[in-house]
Every structure is written in structure tokens, then in C-alpha cells.
């Protein structure tokens, strides 16, 4: 009876101080390179030796979770539905693909090599308060991405339930048209939000085997699809004989239009992967990525072209969603097959969740509030707003309707990514002073926390794309001749961040920020000492 009454009085304690501000605050923790008594964590802290654990073979294991998700089938699949052939397709996927590895591989070094998260080494070329605006972007984009996915895995589930209750699909709708969903379709994605939520409070180096028992279901599940289909409608559905629905300069936009699709995809993952590659323990790996993802990409799409394609003679259209195909499995052997599709996405959308968008958007927001938000508490804000605040069935409830949303990712990431590339390997030179990085007042506060040479490469960058933006939200305005310029949105946007940011560092160079051999510091595996964790009454610095 003392223990229980000890765990009340805890507890009522616990609910008193919670009244007060400081009674939701972390304790201070010590990090290696932050000033004494700045609210910091040590998931932003240099990352030590032993964990850094991941070799080539992590980074392939990564990258195949990362991918296989509906959405990547989808994005080569997608564009047969809108005219174009399997020709223009892959080209696409693998054009785009093999640009953004470059990207990814490049943009990655400064974790590899420094073992700083993105949202420290940002501040390199933005400036200390500057840095969190790329931070909000990155964390806006993730959460985004989480509510598709999400929604993504609601879908799953449905198909799941229906292929064991047919029925279920009959539940009457309340809701408007206007909701762009019904009772049913709401019923789902809460279920699969439940489903989904402890998964993402898990670290993922917990949930190894869960990984390995994604990629199982999801590549059974693809391949097998795609073999199916193809069997079912005699051959692949003519593919090889497709012809374009559009000619002329509407069929070259349009391809160009789905290259930066596909490029401005992976924008999100490409801007943060430091806070991936900080693990790898040889940071020469970080280039294996420019072989990985591009393989990877082009098999998971190429799956979903030659399905694409085969539904179209089965079922006279294109059908581009794998979910929407095993949907119309109905008969009772060929329901075992829709489970079995439904279970296999439904993980794979749960991984993506896990391994990407919640981790990611989690770090950003604990870097802006240290003090009152550490990763778990981040994980459970960021599902609650990604999984109902952005309503995603609005978003990818046709193809073009996704294609745009892709494209419109890169309008503020590609200028971001390219900053960095830049700041990094050009301007730096790869010699960074690591610990001002975690200095408010040190060498990269530029003027007044802002590097104005980074800011003016983001405005010329993303000035003239924002119509793209405004179109995107609301297909029904006319945005003119700004039109071609959102269709090379991606590319616009990280050949101009690039080459302003190099020339105006170069023409007016910021002395304070740049390094000599002989104050170079430690630039290249980074060892940080083990992390204090110090405690204060109620969580407040004495």
C-alpha cells in the first residue's frame, strides 16, 4: 500500500508542475561542442564512434525500406495514365533518379564526414537562426509525405478488410462530397493510424526484423502482382506497341513536367540525409547511394509500368494504383491475393513512416524546441498533424493530381540542396569549424543569425516557381507563361540556388566563415566525447 500511495503522490506532483510552463520543459543536456546552458539534445550532437555503425551494406538496406512504398510503384505508373508511353516512362524514372542520387550522395557528406544531423550543419551556409528556416521547410514537406503515406496504408487496409468482409465496402457514407471522403474511407485511415502510431514511438534500430519483414511482403508482393496481371491479360498488355495519347510541344512539356515529378520526389529524403549518413562508419559509403537509389527506383517503377500496363488490356484503363488493382480481386481465391497485396503495402507505408517522414520531421522540430519537445513527444505531434491536419485524400486522388504535388515538393528543397552541395564542396571546401556550428555568436552567425548571401539565392530561386505553388493548391487558376517555369521547377530552382550562392561567395566572400590549413579544425571523422546528461530541479537550469 506505501508503493501505491507513493505513485499517487508522484503522480499528483507531476500533474501540479505540468500546470506551469516549466513543468513540460526537458532537462538540459550537455552536449560536446554546445555552450554550457543552451537548451540542446544530444540527437543533435556529433555522433560518436560507436554508433556509428552503418557500412555499404546499411546504406542498401536503408534505401530498399525508404523505396518500397505505393508510392514509388505509382510515379512510373502514373504516367502512362496521363498519355505518355512506357518509353517516356522509365526514361523519366531514370533520368530523375540518377540526378537526384548525384544529389543525394553529395548533399550527404557533410554527415558522413562531420557526423552532424542536417539541422546543424545547415547552419554552415544559412546562418545560425537563419538555418531554421530550411528546418520548417524540411519538417513541412515530412509531414506531408507522412499524411500520404498514411493515407496510403488506410487504403491498404481497406483492401485487407474487404477481401475478409466484402460487406465492409457497403457501409453507408455521412459525409459530404465535399469531405473528398467517405465514412468508410474515414473509418479506415483512423484504424490504420492506431495501427501505425507504436511503430513510430519505436526507434527504428529497434525494429530491424520489422524492416527485413518489409522488404519480404512488399518485393513478394510486387513481383508477384506484376507477374499475375500479366499472365491474367495474355502478355504485358501491348506495352511494347504503345503510342502517346499527345504529340508535339504538349507531349516534350509533359515529359519534361514528369522528369521534374520524379526528381522532385526523393527532394525531401535528398535535403536531410545527413541525418542518416551521420551513422555510416566509413564516409566514403555515403557514395554507394549514387549506384543504390537509382536501381532501385527504376525496378520498383518499372514494376508498376508493366502493370500499368497489363491492367489496360484487362480492364480497359491504366490503372497506376497497385491498391486500387488488388481492389478488384474479388473472387475467393483471387481475395487470398488481395489480402496478402493490402498487408504488404500497408507495412511497407508503416516503414517508410517509421524509417523517413516521422524520424526526419522528429529531429527538426526537437532541434526548434529543445527544450519542451525530445523525439518521442515530436513522433506523436508529428503523426497527429500528418495523419489528419493535412488531409492527403485530397491530394493524390488522381495521377496528375500527384504528379503535381511531387513537382511542387522541389520548389523550396532543390534551392536548399543545392545550397548546401554548394557551401559544402565549393565555397568551403569541405574545411568546417564543427564546433561553431552549436555556437549562437560564432563564426557562422553571419549577420545578425542570417547568411543574406544564402537568403538572396533562395528568393532569385524561388520567386519565379511560386505560381507552380499557387496552381498546385488550386488547379483552376491560370498562372500563364509561369507555367513552363513550374514544369523545370526542380532544376530551375537548383542551377539559380547554386550559381548565385557560389558567385555571391565568391565576389563577397564571409572571411569570418572560412578556414585556413592552419585553423581548419577537425573536418573529417569527427570523434565526439560521451554525452553528460545533467539534471535540474523540475527541468530548469539552476
Request: glycine share 8%; proline share 5%; aromatic share 14%.
Amino acid at each position: 500500500m506505501d508503493f501505491v500511495r507513493r505513485r499517487v503522490k508522484n503522480a499528483r506532483e507531476g500533474l501540479e508542475d505540468e500546470n506551469h510552463t516549466w513543468g513540460w520543459g526537458i532537462q538540459i543536456q550537455e552536449t560536446s561542442f554546445a555552450p554550457y546552458g543552451e537548451w540542446t539534445n544530444a540527437d543533435l550532437d556529433v555522433t560518436p564512434p560507436e554508433r556509428r555503425t552503418w557500412t555499404a551494406v546499411s546504406v542498401l538496406g536503408y534505401w530498399i525500406s525508404d523505396i518500397l512504398s505505393a508510392q514509388s510503384w505509382q510515379i512510373g505508373a502514373s504516367v502512362l495514365a496521363i498519355g505518355l508511353t512506357w518509353r517516356e516512362a522509365l526514361w523519366c524514372v531514370l533520368v530523375g533518379s540518377i540526378v537526384m542520387a548525384f544529389a543525394i550522395a553529395f548533399n550527404g557528406a557533410p554527415g558522413a564526414y562531420l557526423g552532424v544531423p542536417f539541422a546543424v550543419w545547415i547552419r554552415s551556409s544559412f546562418g545560425f537562426q537563419f538555418a531554421k528556416f530550411p528546418v520548417v521547410c524540411r519538417m513541412t514537406t515530412a509531414l506531408f509525405w507522412h499524411a500520404i503515406q498514411t493515407y496510403t496504408g488506410s487504403t491498404a487496409l481497406t483492401v485487407m478488410l474487404t477481401s475478409i468482409w466484402p460487406r465492409y465496402l457497403d457501409m453507408p457514407n455521412h459525409l459530404p462530397k465535399s469531405a473528398g471522403i467517405t465514412s468508410q474511407g474515414l473509418l479506415s485511415h483512423f484504424l490504420f493510424w492506431i495501427i501505425q502510431l507504436p511503430f513510430l514511438t519505436i526507434h527504428p534500430h529497434k525494429l530491424k526484423w520489422f524492416f527485413v519483414f518489409k522488404a519480404f511482403v512488399t518485393i513478394t508482393a510486387a513481383v508477384g502482382t506484376t507477374i499475375a496481371v500479366c499472365v491474367i491479360a495474355g502478355n504485358s498488355g501491348g506495352m511494347w506497341d504503345q503510342q502517346p495519347e499527345v504529340s508535339g510541344w504538349d507531349r516534350s512539356w509533359l515529359i519534361i513536367a514528369t522528369l521534374t515529378s520524379q526528381t522532385g520526389s526523393w527532394s525531401t529524403v535528398g535535403t536531410n540525409i545527413s541525418d542518416f549518413t551521420r551513422y555510416i562508419r566509413e564516409p566514403r559509403n555515403t557514395f554507394y547511394q549514387a549506384v543504390f537509389f537509382p536501381f532501385i527506383c527504376i525496378f520498383v517503377s518499372g514494376l508498376g509500368v508493366i502493370s500499368a500496363s497489363a491492367t489496360n488490356a484487362l480492364y480497359g484503363e491504366y490503372i497506376w494504383d497497385p491498391l486500387v488493382l488488388a481492389s478488384k480481386w474479388t473472387s475467393p481465391r483471387a481475395r487470398a491475393a488481395a489480402f496478402y497485396c493490402g498487408l504488404a503495402w500497408m507495412v511497407a507505408q508503416i516503414g517508410v513512416n517509421v524509417s523517413a517522414n516521422v524520424i526526419s520531421a522528429s529531429n527538426d522540430l526537437a532541434s526548434l524546441f529543445p527544450k519542451y519537445i525530445n523525439i518521442r513527444r515530436a513522433a506523436i505531434l508529428c503523426t497527429v498533424v500528418g495523419g489528419w491536419v493535412m488531409v492527403p485524400w485530397k491530394i493524390i486522388t488522381s495521377a496528375a493530381g500527384l504528379l503535381d504535388f511531387m513537382s511542387s515538393l522541389g520548389i523550396f528543397l532543390s534551392p536548399i540542396i543545392a545550397i548546401s552541395i554548394a557551401d559544402y564542396w565549393v565555397v568551403k571546401q569541405r574545411s568546417v569549424d564543427v564546433s561553431a556550428l552549436y555556437t549562437p555568436h560564432g563564426r557562422y552567425h553571419y549577420t545578425a543569425g542570417c547568411n543574406w548571401r544564402a537568403a538572396t539565392a533562395m528568393l532569385v530561386s524561388t520567386g519565379p516557381t511560386m505560381p507552380s505553388l499557387v496552381k498546385s493548391v488550386n488547379p483552376s487558376i491560370d498562372i500563364g507563361g509561369a507555367s513552363y517555369i513550374a514544369d523545370l521547377v526542380w532544376y530551375y530552382g537548383f542551377l539559380s540556388a547554386f550559381l548565385v550562392y557560389t558567385i555571391l561567395s565568391i565576389v563577397w566572400p564571409a572571411e569570418e566563415s572560412l578556414l585556413t590549413r592552419a585553423d581548419s579544425g577537425v573536418v573529417k571523422d569527427v570523434e565526439a566525447p560521451a554525452v553528460e546528461i545533467k539534471e535540474y530541479p523540475n527541468g530548469v537550469d539552476e
